[in-house]
Antibody, heavy 121, light 108 residues
Framework: EVQLVESGGGSVQPGGSLRLSCVAS????????FTWVRQAPGKGLEWVAY????????YYGDSVKGRFTISRDKAKNSLDLQMNSLRAEDTAVYYC??????????????WGQGTMVTVSS | SYVLTQPPSVSVAPGETARITCGGN??????VHWYQQKPGQAPVLVID???DRPSGIPERFSGSNSGNTATLTITWVEAGDEADYFC???????????FGGGTKLTVL
C-alpha cells in the first residue's frame, strides 16, 4: 500500500526534545522530496520544513529555525524531524507529506495520518 | 513575508456553486495548490498548479488564478464537500511554503 506513517509524537515539557519519524512504503522514497506540516488544535496548516531528494537542500519555517532539524534515511525509507527546545506553541498534529514533483513549487500529494505533539508542564 | 488571505467561511446550499478565494500580492504569478481537510483527517490535494485536478478528484472541483486572487470553485456542491479548504504557494524569495488561513465550507 502506498502510504506515509508518522510516529514519535507524545507529551513533553517545555524545553524538551522529541524526534518524529515518517516511514514511506509502496513507492520509491528516494525519488521524492518531502516536507513536514503542522496544525495546532483548531487552527490552520503551518509549514515546518522541507528536504530535497538527496538531503542537500533544506528549508525551515521561521518559527522552528534553529530548533528543528529535518533529515532523511534512504536505507530506512524514513523522514525524521528532530525537535529541540520545544515550546507550548509547538503543540500540534505533525504531518509528513510528499512533494508531487521537484519543480520547486510543488504541491503535496500524499500525507501521513499525523502524530500529535503536546508541549506542556 | 508573503501572505495568503482566505475568507473564514463560505456557505452554500446543496447543488449550488461554491467559490473560495485566496488573495495574495500578484498571486497570479505563482503556482497555487488547494487542499481539502475533513475533521480528524489529513489534508487531501484537490487542485494543483492553479487548475489541475489530481487523479480521483471529481470534475466538480476546478481552480483559477489571475491577478491578486486565486479561486477554488466547487460546482453542484454535495454534503460530502463540507470541509476546510486551504490554499498554498511557495515563496521563492525566502524558500518557504505559505498556507492560507483556511476556509470552512458549510453545506446548508
Amino acid at each position: 500500500e502506498v502510504q506515509l506513517v508518522e510516529s514519535g509524537g507524545g507529551s513533553v515539557q517545555p524545553g524538551g526534545s522529541l524526534r518524529l519519524s515518517c516511514v514511506a512504503s509502496g513507492f520509491s522514497f528516494s525519488s521524492y522530496e518531502f516536507t513536514w506540516v503542522r496544525q495546532a488544535p483548531g487552527k490552520g496548516l503551518e509549514w515546518v520544513a522541507y528536504i530535497s531528494i538527496g538531503g542537500a537542500i533544506i528549508y525551515y519555517g521561521d518559527s522552528v529555525k534553529g530548533r528543528f532539524t529535518i533529515s532523511r534515511d534512504k536505507a530506512k525509507n524514513s523522514l525524521d524531524l528532530q525537535m529541540n527546545s520545544l515550546r507550548a506553541e509547538d503543540t500540534a498534529v505533525y504531518y509528513c507529506a510528499r512533494c508531487y514533483d521537484s519543480s520547486g513549487y510543488s504541491a503535496f500529494d500524499m500525507w501521513g495520518q499525523g502524530t500529535m505533539v503536546t508541549v506542556s508542564s | 513575508s508573503y501572505v495568503l488571505t482566505q475568507p473564514p467561511s463560505v456557505s452554500v446550499a446543496p447543488g449550488e456553486t461554491a467559490r473560495i478565494t485566496c488573495g495574495g500580492n500578484k498571486i497570479g504569478t505563482k503556482s497555487v495548490h488547494w487542499y481539502q481537510q475533513k475533521p480528524g483527517q489529513a489534508p487531501v490535494l484537490v487542485i494543483d498548479y492553479d487548475t489541475d485536478r489530481p487523479s480521483g478528484i471529481p470534475e466538480r472541483f476546478s481552480g483559477s488564478n489571475s491577478g491578486n486572487t486565486a479561486t477554488l470553485t466547487i460546482t453542484w456542491v454535495e454534503a460530502g464537500d463540507e470541509a476546510d479548504y486551504f490554499c498554498q504557494v511557495w515563496d521563492g524569495s525566502i524558500d518557504q511554503v505559505i498556507f492560507g488561513g483556511g476556509t470552512k465550507l458549510t453545506v446548508l
